[in-house]
């Protein structure tokens, strides 16, 4: 039997979106690798129009924390780095690659101090800048949309329309960031009048939201043309600083859109588990829509089930994706007499192969859950087309969850469940907050510090909410230190010796954490019979967390493991570059014979305990 509502899918939520933006949310990985992706392959500079001599292929790239403007480079290919002459301008770097909307994403790497900006168009500034550890950023730092300028206007107002970022969540020179764009170009009609304005859709940086529908009334300070047009290049600035890109990745859409026409509709009372007999089943109502939409006169209370036929115009051939949410039961699509979405819960997804030409269109919405408002929505995208609301807009969204925030305007401490990426989840976690906007989660389980993250505090929706599960979610962009969470100290018979992931025969007991007079917390605990306190703070300039682990009489073989990784480099005395240059170490003592070994796979930095250990984390 054809069950219709099987189960309402429980939506996580670390942000209220509207029912519409769900949908898109929702497909979002469904067909991020189904699109037409355009990969420069940073081999050489033939994606670029002429470009300048300041521009190069590298192989490799670091930046210098004390240097400003210093990027070094080592050779091969991969990475695009912009280094103009010592006290010269260098010149931009156009794409010849032309586009209208896109979905634009990369890695890159600003130095010290330094300066630069990606324009869509041309004309539109998204900009980069070290904006390391800001506290209330502007929309002259990095991540904000860049104003607009007028010479006429009085002196301090020739700036408007620009747009700071959210939140900041910029990482320290020299370590990759990893930009998304989305975004919609201006409209024009047939005499080339504007008729609707650039959007950036959505801009996350580092894995957060910072930027979103944000209209763009004209183009911005330092455009290539104050004009705005349908399509143009990608141009990156290089009259400033130095910078570094790669894995540049260009989803351009350009494909023209699918259209419904010749909606009719015929509404059925009563609740129904399967698909009936259309044939011998008579409607309360029928009739034609100009859109498919569920705004229909003379829906049942409760439960029914509407039926729409209609006519889907195809013009250009692809693969289709759908994305059909039908609020309070299930939803049937198919396209030319084929099953494309079959019932499963609220929310359905299906692809369907289609040619040029027009299609046969069913859709089924069956209602059973009284309380769900009656509303419909079906998106669709293909390789050239970004996911679109191709039904009607105008519909009642399902309730959201209002969010429930934890802001850090002092030191604040809160328990709760944390899942780690790419972990388990660690079920005696204590966050940590501070108004510096850098926080860091402790897991008194092992007794470290398990991820540190920039930015606002935490989602405890998933904890409070309704029955709730226990958890919260950090807010800003987060590092994780380590997603394998086990003993911070280890006793070694020899160097190499595995670190042990099982507490039996270590003695460890957490003994809790004390507050000074600020709020912050030091954690305690013992382990191989001694005592160890386990001091965090945050800092100076906002720059990460530094780390002091006491230990009581520490034996000779007792080590702490500072940092796991893909790959771990001593980048200086006493400063490390942990990862795909992701985060950086700094002992307090240089000469503190830090050691770098391998591990099934992985590296680890170890060093031997003392009475006292310092070291920072720097991201």
């Known amino acids: 039997m054809l069950r219709w509502n099987k189960f309402r899918p429980k939506l996580k939520q670390l942000r209220v979106y509207d029912r519409r933006t769900l949908v898109l949310i929702l497909s979002i990985g469904s067909c991020q690798q189904m699109m037409a992706q355009n990969k420069l ?9 002429q470009p300048a001599a300041n521009w190069r292929i590298a192989g490799g790239v670091k930046a210098d924390l004390q240097q400003n403007n210093l990027l070094q480079t080592t050779a091969g290919t991969g990475i695009l780095v912009n280094l103009p002459e010592k006290n010269a301008h260098g010149q931009d770097l156009f794409s010849t690659l032309q586009h209208g909307d896109l979905d634009l994403e990369l890695d890159y790497m600003m130095s010290k101090g330094s300066n630069s900006g990606i324009y869509l168009q041309g004309r539109y500034e998204i900009q980069l800048l070290d904006s390391w550890g800001t506290l209330a950023p502007r929309a002259s730092d990095n991540g904000g949309i860049y104003e607009r300028w007028n010479d006429s206007k009085p002196e301090g107002q020739q700036g408007y329309d620009g747009h700071a970022p959210r939140q900041n969540v910029s990482r320290a020179p020299g370590l990759w960031q990893h930009m998304k764009i989305s975004f919609q170009a201006p409209r024009f009609d047939a ?3 504007k008729t609707a304005d650039a959007v950036i859709l959505k801009l996350e940086l580092n894995g957060v939201t910072i930027q979103e529908n944000v209209v763009l009334s004209g183009p911005t300070r330092g455009a290539v043309q104050n004009n705005e047009v349908a399509s143009g290049p990608l141009r990156i600035q290089g009259d400033h600083g130095t910078v570094a890109f790669r894995n540049i990745v260009i989803h351009n859409f350009s494909a023209p859109r699918p259209t419904l026409e010749n909606v009719k509709y015929s ?3 009563g609740s129904f588990d399967k698909e009936p007999d259309f044939a011998t089943l008579k409607p309360v109502t029928s009739g034609t829509s100009a859109l498919l939409t569920s705004n229909i006169a003379g829906l049942p209370d409760n439960e029914f ?6 006519t889907i115009a195809i013009k250009t051939a692809g693969k289709y ?4 949410h039908t609020s309070g039961g299930g939803g ?3 396209v030319n007499n084929q099953p494309v979405i079959t019932p499963q819960g609220w929310d359905g997804r299906g692809s369907i192969e289609l040619q040029p030409g027009s299609y046969p269109v069913e859709v089924l919405y069956a209602k059973n859950t009284d309380w769900a408002k009656p509303s419909i929505t079906l998106s669709v995208s293909e390789a050239g087309i970004r996911d679109f609301v191709i039904s009607d807009t105008n519909v009642p969204v399902d309730d959201p969850t209002d969010p429930i925030l934890v802001t850090a305007n002092e030191n604040t401490v809160l328990r709760s469940f944390m899942d780690v990426r790419g972990g388990k989840r660690v079920v005696h976690a204590v966050s940590v907050g501070s108004p510096a906007k850098v926080h860091y989660t402790y897991d008194m389980d092992n007794g470290l510090p398990f991820q540190v993250w920039r ?3 935490l989602n405890t929706t998933p904890m409070w909410h309704d029955r709730g599960d226990g958890s919260s979610r950090p ?3 987060v590092q994780v230190l380590t997603n394998q969470p086990a003993l911070a100290i280890g006793k070694l018979a020899t160097k190499e010796t595995a670190w042990s992931t099982d507490t039996a025969g270590t003695g460890f007991r957490p003994t809790g954490y004390a507050l000074d007079e600020s709020g912050k917390p030091t954690f305690r605990y013992n382990i191989y019979g001694t005592a160890v306190t386990d001091d965090i703070s945050v800092l100076p300039e906002n720059q990460g967390i530094h780390r002091t682990v006491t230990v009581q009489q520490p034996a000779s073989d007792l080590y702490l493991r500072i940092a796991v990784g893909d790959s771990i480099e001593q980048v200086s005395p006493g400063l490390y570059v942990i990862g795909d240059k992701s985060y950086y170490v700094k002992m307090d003592d240089a000469k503190a014979n830090p050691i770098i070994r391998n591990q099934n796979g992985r590296a680890e930095l170890i060093v031997p305990v003392q009475a006292k250990t310092g070291y920072a984390v720097i991201f």
């Open 305 to 310: 089930l509407v039926r729409y036929t209609t």
């Open 321 to 324: 994706n759908f994305n059909l």
């Open 455 to 457: 930015g606002e505090f």
């Open 332 to 334: 049937v699509l198919k």
């Open 191 to 193: 005499a080339g009048n």
């Open 41 to 49: 392959p940073l081999t050489d500079l033939s994606a670029f129009q």
């Open 267 to 269: 509404v059925y009372k």
């Open 475 to 477: 807010l800003g962009t």
